[in-house]
């Protein structure tokens, strides 16, 4: 089932692999995978949900430790809502982004999951979205 994309804690941990450490190409990084370049852009840009596996391969392919923190599940009404409303879809999710980016250089716990929650809510809001023909 396609319905998860990477949170912000996922995102990095992939890039610092494959950019920084390696300094892939996607051409390289799908031969590593054995996945497709253009499933490995949707993981990337997180605009469009893949399948759990999808994203174990690409964690796996390079020893990278996969958390569920890595990832979140998106609901399968999203998926058309996502097309729709890509105004204030994308202003929730850069919002969420913004928020996991400083929960992970937070160092009070409490706080820090405070924030994740808060970044989990505007997912979940974004993902629930109504369609522009309701």
Do not use: H
């Not at 610092?16 to 190409?25: A, C, G, P, Q, T």
């Not at 999808?54 to 796996?60: K, M, P, Q, V």
């Not at 913004?98 to 409490?110: C, D, K, P, Q, V």
Request: hydrophobic share 30%.
């Amino acid at each position: 089932m396609r319905g998860y994309i990477l949170t912000q804690t996922g995102l990095e941990k992939v890039e610092y692999v494959i950019s920084v450490e390696n300094k892939l190409s996607r051409i390289q990084i799908s031969r590593e995978t054995c996945l497709n370049r253009g499933t490995i852009t949707k993981v990337l840009q997180g605009e469009k949900p893949v399948n759990l596996q999808t994203i174990r391969t690409l964690f796996g392919s390079f020893g990278i430790p996969l958390d569920s923190s890595d990832y979140w599940k998106v609901s399968s009404t999203n998926k058309k809502t996502m097309g729709k409303n890509k105004e204030d879809y994308d202003r929730l999710i850069s919002a969420a982004l913004r928020i996991e980016e400083l929960a992970s250089l937070e160092e009070n716990e409490t706080r820090k999951q405070e924030l994740l929650d808060q970044a989990q809510d505007l997912r979940a809001r974004a993902a629930n979205l109504p369609d522009d023909d309701d």
